[in-house]
């Protein structure tokens, strides 16, 4: 994963792991320059999960346009409110704004799949 350790890749490749494995969601995550408007680059990468999509949570990390985006599928929008999403991305933005991409990424994620198992 770009802009990140070894280690730190490690570790939110465990943090989607455990999101997906307690609430039942399938979470994605893309971080790079997206090609084209970064909401429409967000919309594509989570379509292409195809089947999964409607289950699915994509979250993108635009690091030059300094950009996050949160794209939730029709039954994970159920459990996975704007109101959650946007509080998620808050923190997440704040956290990468003093250079904390992993930690920003671990507490998003969390937060996200918490939230989603809270409701299921």
Not at 23 to 41: D, K, M, V
Not at 65 to 92: H, K, P, Q, W
């Amino acid at each position: 994963m770009r802009g990140l350790t070894a280690a730190q890749a490690d570790d939110i490749r465990q943090a989607l792991h455990t999101a997906e494995r307690r609430s039942g969601l399938r979470f994605g995550l893309f971080i790079g320059e997206p090609a084209g408007g970064r909401r429409h680059f967000a919309e594509r990468l989570h379509a292409a999960l195809g089947t999964e999509a409607p289950d699915a949570v994509v979250i993108l990390v635009d690091l030059t346009g300094r950009g996050l985006e949160i794209v939730t599928g029709e039954n994970a929008r159920r459990r996975l409110s704007d109101g959650a999403c946007r509080l998620a991305g808050m923190s997440m933005a704040t956290a990468f704004s003093v250079g904390d991409l992993a930690g920003g990424l671990l507490y998003g994620v969390a937060a996200l799949g918490e939230h989603a198992t809270a409701r299921r």
